[in-house]
């Protein structure tokens, strides 16, 4: 607030110097130090004109970089109860991690000023396409599916777990972002997966590029190595929408380390915070988000 404050006696500045023709100017000064009629009364329509400009200028201020406000993201659970997803190690079903990370993830963006709808938070909606067109039915400016990882069969092992029989995989762990070149906006899909996987690597993250092995069921081709963005052209979530799309997988659930890690908080809320910046980032760049046409600032030079 002080830098609004601020920037809006300067705003103010050129309506009263010339009438003051002096070299110093503060609003309170004149209805202090003044006797002169006009200059009580310049200085109250100053004071007034400050109390009417003050919001005008809020809004023309630009976005901080973790500031989301005016943007809608639509949030996807993964999969759902009747269909839901990978097991992990101990035996959760996937759509349950989906769930938890979803919510964590919707409390940070909405405490950066998003608006958030989470779709298929009680895991009732089974189908794919209808996702994000209900995505975009609701007015969001992008679509994010959130899933959790597992691996190809065939590096799956067992162990026993209280009681139970169960596969795991020790050897993948890390994320992923996928985007599908179908998607109606495919340019902007894909930066904003660009975004996700630049904010997340950044955050601490470690990309997994498993799902790049040239195996059958895998041999997705990379976008970027570095930062574990995949194009996924057939997936059904990330072609199906108007809407720029992606589909983050947060960590592998087969993995019995990891599927512990993925399970707290804290890492859940690490991730809300990457998408946080990948989200301000694709704004700032206009991948995602309406664009307010801005003002002329009063004090701008001429
Ligand atoms: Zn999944």
């Not at 050129?14 to 209805?31: D, E, G, K, V």
């Not at 997340?200 to 574990?228: Q, V, Y």
Request: net charge positive.
């Amino acid at each position: 607030m002080w830098n609004y404050g601020k920037q809006a006696l300067l705003a103010l500045r050129p309506l009263t110097a010339a009438s003051l023709r002096s070299a110093s100017f503060h609003p309170m000064r004149i209805s202090t130090t003044t006797a002169a009629p006009v200059f009580r009364l310049l200085g109250t329509v100053s004071v007034l004109a400050l109390v009417v400009l003050l919001p005008t200028l809020a809004n023309d201020e630009p976005p901080k970089p973790s500031d989301l406000t005016g943007l809608h993201i639509a949030l996807d659970v993964g999969h759902s109860l009747s269909k839901p997803g990978a097991i992990s190690a101990r035996g959760q079903v996937e759509f349950v991690f989906n769930q938890g990370t979803a919510r964590v993830i919707a409390g940070v963006l909405r405490s950066a000023g998003a608006k958030v709808t989470i779709l298929n938070e009680d895991g009732t909606i089974t189908g794919l396409a209808e996702r994000p067109q209900l995505a975009a039915r609701a007015g969001a400016d992008a679509f994010i599916s959130i899933h959790h990882d597992s691996v190809n069969d065939k590096y799956l092992k067992t162990w026993d777990h209280q009681g139970q029989t169960l596969a795991y995989c020790d050897r993948f762990s890390g994320y992923s972002v996928f985007c599908s070149e179908l998607n109606l906006r495919a340019a902007q899909s894909r930066n904003l997966a660009l975004e996700a996987g630049k904010a997340m690597l950044a955050a601490g993250f470690k990309p997994t590029l498993h799902h790049h092995e040239p195996i059958a069921g895998e041999n997705r081709p990379l976008i970027d190595e570095s930062t574990g963005v995949y194009e996924f052209t057939e997936l059904v979530v990330a072609k199906s929408g108007k809407l720029p799309s992606i589909l983050l997988e947060c960590g592998v659930i087969v993995h019995r380390d990891e599927e512990l890690i993925v399970q707290t908080v804290q890492y859940q809320t690490r991730i809300g915070h990457a998408l946080v910046a990948a989200l301000a980032s694709a704004r700032d760049q206009k991948i995602i988000g309406r664009h307010r046409l801005r003002l002329p600032s009063w004090n701008a030079p001429h």
